[in-house]
């Protein structure tokens, strides 16, 4: 069974950075889907960080990590990355991908709606 899997969670001081990984199981192909990623805080909605299109044409930001997060993908490795940057103790939450079903982000990417696959998380604490 194809899994998502993500990685390279932990614990970082404020205004350090972390890059998540995405990368599929069993050599599954993710290079005609676009991808993205939610986080979800304790006692809070997940909510879209940002999405990427399957050529990589286009991304998309939540206004909250605008400048700060950027997406990128190695479809050769079926792999998508988030690189977080001057990270803030509200970005503390389990950071999830999902796959879409189609190559582009819809107008409503940020919705948990549609995606046919999601990983089980990896945890981003922000704490001094």
């Known amino acids: 069974q194809v899994q998502l899997v993500e990685s390279g969670g932990g614990l970082v001081q404020p205004g350090g950075s972390l890059r998540l990984s995405c990368a599929a199981s069993s050599g599954f192909a993710l290079r005609n889907y676009a991808i993205s990623w939610f986080r979800q805080a304790p006692g809070k909605e997940r909510e879209g960080v940002s999405c990427?299109?399957?050529?990589?044409?286009?991304?998309y930001y939540a206004d909250s990590v605008k400048g700060r997060f950027t997406i990128s993908r190695d479809n050769a490795k079926s792999t998508v990355y988030l690189q977080m940057n001057t990270l803030k103790p509200e970005d503390t939450a389990v950071y999830y991908c999902?796959?879409?079903?189609?190559?582009?982000?819809?107008?409503?990417?940020?919705?948990?709606?549609?995606?046919?696959?999601w990983g089980q998380g990896t945890q981003v604490t922000v704490s001094s």
């Open positions: 999902a796959r879409d079903v189609v190559g582009y982000c819809s107008s409503k990417w940020y919705t948990r709606q549609g995606y046919g696959q």
């Open positions: 990427i299109s399957s050529s990589a044409a286009s991304t």
